[in-house]
């Protein structure tokens, strides 16, 4: 069974930081490129991070460039997002994702339930 689980989300105030972590199961998991997405109230889900299968190369949307840092641990199996300098405007669900392509070009896409991030004074 294919689980990926989501924490560390949370109230921070600007200026904070938080760190989010996935935990994944049920799949190979050193084959799968992840990502963070987020969504905001009344807004579409976005990519905020990811990262390649090896961990050896990271995509950063930019409105995070510079402060959010992603990162795995193919031996935990583990995912997480290291949020500094936190805005209000970064405030909403975060979402981890993996995805991964077979030979015939198959795709595998799953995705954890997510964890709130609250900025506010």
């Known amino acids: 069974q294919v689980q990926l689980v989501e924490s560390g989300g949370g109230l921070v105030q600007p200026g904070g930081s938080l760190r989010l972590s996935c935990a994944a199961s049920?799949?190979?998991?050193?084959?799968?490129?992840m990502s963070w997405y987020r969504q905001a109230p009344g807004k579409e889900r976005e990519l905020v991070a990811d990262?390649?299968?090896?961990?050896?190369?990271?995509n950063y949307a930019d409105f995070v460039k510079g402060r959010f840092t992603i990162s795995r641990d193919n031996a935990k199996n583990m995912v997480y997002l290291q949020m500094n300098s936190l805005k209000p405007e970064d405030a909403a669900v975060y979402y981890c994702?993996?995805?991964?392509?077979?030979?015939?070009?198959?795709?595998?896409?799953?995705w954890g339930q997510g964890t709130q991030v609250t900025v506010s004074s």
């Open positions: 994702n993996a995805r991964f392509k077979d030979r015939l070009w198959r795709t595998y896409d799953y």
């Open positions: 990262i390649t299968s090896n961990g050896g190369s990271t």
């Open positions: 049920g799949f190979t998991f050193s084959l799968y490129a």
